[in-house]
Nanobody
């Protein structure tokens, strides 16, 4: 069984930065893909960024140039570095890990951008 726990969320002013972490425990392998999603109130869940086992990344156009996804397979942890945060980045951020048909989700961490 795999468990994912996000951390690093909080309140930040526009233009600020946060670094989210997604710590995995259990039988998770470096062959898992990792993704970050976000969901704002009243909106659908949005894919923010993904990283393959080999380290290839993909980020949504809405965060391109501001957010960076990375992973540390030794520590079984994924990261989302968020810079130049905007009001519209406010959401619950969730991490996911998947391999073939197995998909696991974290519980989410709140990110609030406001002045």
């Amino acid at each position: 069984q795999v468990q994912l726990v996000e951390s690093g969320g909080g309140w930040v002013q526009p233009g600020g930065s946060l670094r989210l972490s997604c710590a995995a425990s259990g039988d998770i392998l470096s062959s898992f893909h990792i993704g970050w999603y976000r969901q704002a109130p009243g909106k659908q869940r949005e894919l923010v960024a993904t990283i393959t086992p080999g380290g290839t990344t993909n980020v949504a156009n809405s965060v391109k140039g501001r957010f960076t996804i990375s992973r540390d397979n030794v520590r079984k942890t994924g990261y989302l570095q968020m810079n130049s945060l905007r009001l519209e980045d406010t959401a619950v951020y969730l991490c996911a890990a998947w391999f073939q048909r197995d998909v696991y989700w974290g519980q989410g961490t709140q990110v609030t951008v406001s002045s």
